[in-house]
């Protein structure tokens, strides 16, 4: 048995405890009120087993570590066997061929008008990306997002997030940032018109609350952001794509 396995065997009951004292006390106290404060022991595809034996079916279908199934043979493969190749992974000064590889591969999926990946760990810091992207792009100041959008927790996104349930207590927020009632094509024409916006960055469906634009509302403000030399920037939320990823 390797020194993790016992870590876990000797010290995994601990684990609520653990957290609340290590990491997020009222996460815990959150669990212990609704009742799920249970030991996880094991995951596989959609199910979940506790420590004692009871076998649930996950309904948690976003998230891209989700909508393949827990644990997924493949995916696990590949890592162990990205892991026994030894690869020379991050290289400061010169580059392994695995990243490229993979950018290969998803630029073959994506349209045509997509033709460079940039690799990122979390919805949010592609969020930071795409907005630094798209003020050095264009050399403009202005972020606009839709009302009621949900972008991350990071500084930037949060600032293109805007709803006060997230954002209180964390300001001030970035300058420059606004937002335009989801689905107005003439409130978002007015703010473009000043050509000064770098990008307008809005969720195909938004995650919070599961809004659907209007018809022709995501292909009319494309249409608007091109005319004014904005960039259109689509932010696909995990919980309609599997992956948060600005594109
Ligand atoms: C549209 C959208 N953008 C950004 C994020 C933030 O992603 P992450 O939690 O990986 O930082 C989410 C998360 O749900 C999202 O739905």
């Known amino acids: 048995m390797g020194w993790l396995s016992e870590l876990v065997e000797e010290r995994g009951a601990e684990a609520l405890d653990l957290h609340a004292q290590t990491v997020n006390p009222q996460f815990v106290r959150l669990l212990r009120t609704i009742g799920f404060d249970r030991r996880w022991a094991r995951a596989e595809g959609a199910y979940l087993w506790d420590s004692d034996g ?24 590949a890592l162990v066997e990205a892991l026994e190749l030894e690869r020379p992974g991050s290289v400061q000064i010169g580059v392994d061929a695995l990243p490229a590889l993979l950018a290969e591969e998803l630029l073959r999926r ?56 997230f954002t209180s207590r964390f300001g001030p927020l970035l300058p420059g940032f606004s937002q335009v009632p989801w689905g107005d094509l003439d409130v978002l024409e007015r703010e473009l018109a000043a050509e000064d916006v770098a990008l307008f960055i809005v969720e195909p469906v938004q995650g919070k609350g599961v ?27 995990r919980s309609n794509t599997g992956g948060s990823s600005p594109i």
């Open 110 to 165: 994506a349209p045509s008008s997509v033709g460079k990946a940039i690799f990122t760990s979390s919805g949010a810091e592609s969020v930071e990306a795409a907005l630094k992207l798209g003020r050095a792009a264009t050399g403009r100041p202005r972020v606009l997002s839709a009302e009621h959008a949900f972008h991350g927790l990071t500084l930037g996104a949060l600032s293109a997030t805007a709803a006060p349930e």
């Open 211 to 237: 809004n659907l634009p209007p018809p022709g509302y995501l292909a009319g403000s494309q249409e608007l952001c091109g005319r004014y030399g904005t960039l259109f920037c689509v932010a696909c939320s």
């Open 54 to 77: 009871n076998r649930y079916l996950d309904a948690l279908g976003g998230f891209g570590m989700f909508n393949v199934g827990r644990n997924n043979p493949r995916v696990r493969e």
